[in-house]
């Protein structure tokens, strides 16, 4: 007898042969809710090296980026209403174009309170603008905060590019001396600006 057909057999031996297995409780797989998940959602951001602007209502959002990066000169997002930006990641022939962008914008779709990240669909051609920015602000409605990640994994939609990821605070590493390192692999710092 072969290996393979030793080890198949061994698990035919093993198999419940009385019928099925009960499926397990699934509930306790529901995650932590929060009485705020919004106050959370600013307590974790921060918690994580983030920072968060809470948008006052009729806000200028390109005026509190500005504010927030009053340094900043060249900034690139593709987001409706945004006007500080002179890159588009939508009409650059290459990622390679966004180098050197400051401030990258983009817009957020879920936020999630248990750990501060928020899910950011690919809505242009070159997502690079998420992680070559020195700088990344991610618009967010306060009302796509959710409380735990299984929520939210329950409300992403996958857009016509196929891509996505969770975002949470900026890009950081430890691995070499245990020295804390910020924008190892993307950005320096994020901030997530709470919209209406």
Not at 52 to 78: M, Q, S, T, W
Not at 114 to 136: D, H
Not at 149 to 171: K, N
Request: hydrophobic share 40%; net charge negative; charged share 20%.
């Amino acid at each position: 007898m072969s290996t393979k057909e030793d080890i198949l057999s061994r698990y035919r031996r093993n198999m419940n042969v009385e019928g099925q297995y009960d499926m397990p409780d699934l509930d306790a797989l529901r995650g932590v809710e929060y009485a705020d998940p919004v106050a959370q959602f600013i307590s974790m951001s921060k918690a994580v090296g983030g920072d968060v602007v809470v948008l006052e209502h009729g806000a200028d959002v390109n005026e509190a980026i500005r504010k927030a990066y009053p340094e900043a000169k060249v900034f690139a997002g593709n987001v409706p209403g945004i006007t500080i930006a002179q890159r588009n990641p939508d009409t650059v022939s290459s990622a390679q174009e966004l180098n050197g962008t400051d401030v990258g914008i983009v817009q957020g779709e879920i936020g999630v309170a248990e750990n501060g990240c928020v899910w950011v669909p690919q809505t242009m051609k070159e997502r690079a603008v998420c992680f070559i920015s020195e700088y990344l602000v991610i618009l967010l409605s306060r009302n796509s905060i959710v409380s735990n990640m299984h929520q939210a994994y329950g409300r992403v939609r996958m857009t016509d590019y196929g891509y996505g990821c969770f975002i949470s605070g900026p890009s950081k590493t430890a691995d070499i001396a245990q020295a804390l390192v910020m924008g190892a692999q993307a950005a320096r710092g994020v901030t997530v600006i709470l919209t209406d």
